[in-house]
Nanobody, 125 residues
Framework: QVQLVESGGGSVQAGGSLRLSCAAS????????MGWFRQAPGTEYEFVAA????????YYADSVKGRFTVSGDNAGNTGYLEMNSLKTEDTAVYYC??????????????????WGRGTQVTVFL
C-alpha cells in the first residue's frame, strides 16, 4: 500500500514561488507515474503535471507550462512540483497521485491508484 503525503503549500504573493513535495511510503514510485492535480473551490480536479519515473518524461497542462516543473529524487521516494511565477488562478488544493500500473501519462483522475490528502496553495495580489 502506498501512502502519499504532500507538503510545501502556503500563501504567496503573485509572481512568487513555492515548491511542493510528495513523500511516498510503503513502496517507492518505481516505474510508475506521479501526477499532480489541483482543485479550486467549487471546481473539478484539474490535471497539472506528471512525471514518468522510468525515463523522466514529463507532461504539463497548458495553464502551467513554462512556470511549473515536476521532478523526483533518484531514490524514487519523493516527488516535487516547483511552481514559479504564480498567479491568483493557481490558488487551489494541490494533490499528488500515483499510477502504479500504466506506462503512459494519463491526465484523468481515475487512472491514479493512490492519492495524498492535499496541500493548500493560496496566491494573493
Amino acid at each position: 500500500q502506498v501512502q502519499l503525503v504532500e507538503s510545501g503549500g502556503g500563501s504567496v504573493q503573485a509572481g512568487g514561488s513555492l515548491r511542493l513535495s510528495c513523500a511516498a511510503s510503503g513502496r517507492t514510485f518505481g516505474t510508475g507515474i506521479m501526477g499532480w492535480f489541483r482543485q479550486a473551490p467549487g471546481t473539478e480536479y484539474e490535471f497539472v503535471a506528471a512525471l514518468r519515473w522510468s525515463d523522466g518524461f514529463t507532461y504539463y497542462a497548458d495553464s502551467v507550462k513554462g512556470r511549473f516543473t515536476v521532478s523526483g529524487d533518484n531514490a524514487g521516494n519523493t516527488g516535487y512540483l516547483e511552481m514559479n511565477s504564480l498567479k491568483t488562478e493557481d490558488t487551489a488544493v494541490y494533490y499528488c497521485a500515483v499510477d502504479l500500473t500504466s506506462l503512459y501519462i494519463n491526465i484523468v483522475t481515475t487512472a491514479y491508484d493512490h492519492w495524498g490528502r492535499g496541500t493548500q496553495v493560496t496566491v494573493f495580489l
